[in-house]
């Protein structure tokens, strides 16, 4: 894209996105099956738990369907569940992030695992919890495969990626984003965290390469991608370009595009320098809805761009009701239509 993308953002659907009554949702990914259909790949966890840091411990990937990109979806069947804490995803998957490539569906996504028991409804549960602090540190990412978008899905017993002991990935690996080249190779940029003594450092992000999506993943930026005291960037989305590739993150600071917790764009040659556009703001909290009225949103995360006919035409992202800082009582994936 030669434009800003904030500046072609249309009005967002009241009616549309994904949404679940009794179910915090969030991480929206969505693709055109072969049925002709949409579909989004979402992560769930049920509501007697709080919104954050419950999604450590019970969120499941789901996927719901609808006839346009728009929405709204409807539930239609989980797709990643729980399948014990023996496997390495055994207990939690969350951030979803579906490409069709070829005839196949490739399902990146992060998994985690704790040797413990479920949190049940009433029970107090926080970020001080052992299941939660287990959980945290065991985030990896993971592949799924299947030749249909409605499976059977092969899911991969093994992560592929794990951590770097020493490094700035040390502790944690989490919110895959790939860019699948025509001949099946792969960037994946991504997020970590390292070791900081008996805790963890800020997130950063990392870059690896596979000659083919199944693997092996070989991490090729030794340092971060942005320094993150300057640039402090979450939840990447990149896609490739003319020049190389572009992304968009969100801004945790505001200092970078200028709204804290707003989205920027980069760009990048080859995949691992990265540079922060010359009009970085990619998107706002600050909604305008199809029914004319604006809205500041609690929050507005883990952008997903639909491609269609080999241009970016929809904005997903997950959001909520309240004042941010994941205080809100709803959560759902919005959509936002993207003009020329």
């Known amino acids: 894209m030669t434009k800003n993308l904030y500046g072609k953002l249309l009005p967002a659907p009241r009616n549309g996105g994904f949404q679940m009554t009794d179910y915090w949702v969030w991480c929206g990914s969505v693709v055109q099956g072969e049925d002709g259909q949409f579909h989004m790949f979402a992560s769930r966890w049920p509501k007697h738990l709080p ?23 409807e539930f239609a069947e989980v797709v990643l569940p729980a399948r014990g804490a023996e496997y390495w995803d055994g207990r939690s998957t969350h951030n979803p992030h579906i490409v069709k490539h070829g005839d196949k569906y490739l399902l990146y996504y992060m998994g985690t695992t704790y040797p413990f028991p479920d949190v049940l409804p009433g029970e107090a549960y926080g970020l001080d919890d052992p299941r939660c602090i287990v959980a945290r540190a065991n985030k990896r990412i993971g592949l799924a495969i299947a030749d249909h978008v409605e499976g059977p899905w092969e899911r991969l017993d093994s992560p592929i990626l794990g951590v770097r002991p020493g490094k700035f990935d040390s502790y944690l690996t989490s919110n895959p984003a ?29 870059a690896a390469r596979a000659d083919l999506y199944r693997g092996p993943y070989r991490v090729i930026s030794e340092e971060p991608l942005f320094p993150p005291a300057d640039v402090h960037l979450e939840d990447p989305f990149i896609w490739q370009t003319e020049n190389g590739y572009a992304m968009i993150a969100k801004d945790m600071k505001g200092n970078v595009g200028g709204e804290r917790h707003g989205g920027i ?25 199809s029914d004319g009225t604006t809205k500041q949103m ?16 929809h904005l997903f992202a ?23």
């Open 178 to 206: 790939p860019c699948v080249h025509e001949d099946g190779s792969v960037l994946l940029i991504y997020k970590s965290r390292a070791y900081k003594g008996h805790t963890y450092s800020d997130m950063a992000l990392g």
């Open 318 to 340: 997950a959001t909520a009701d309240g004042e941010g800082n994941f205080g809100g009582r709803n959560t759902w994936n919005m959509v936002i239509p993207i003009g020329d």
């Open 265 to 289: 764009q980069a760009y990048s040659s080859d995949g691992l320098s990265w540079h922060i556009a010359a009009h970085p703001k990619a998107y706002s909290r600050l909604i305008t809805w």
């Open 51 to 73: 919104m954050h840091p419950g999604w450590l411990v019970h969120s499941e990937v789901v996927r719901a369907v609808a006839a346009a990109p728009e929405g709204p979806y």
């Open 298 to 313: 609690g929050n507005f995360e883990r952008p997903f761009l639909l491609f269609q006919e080999g241009r970016p035409t």
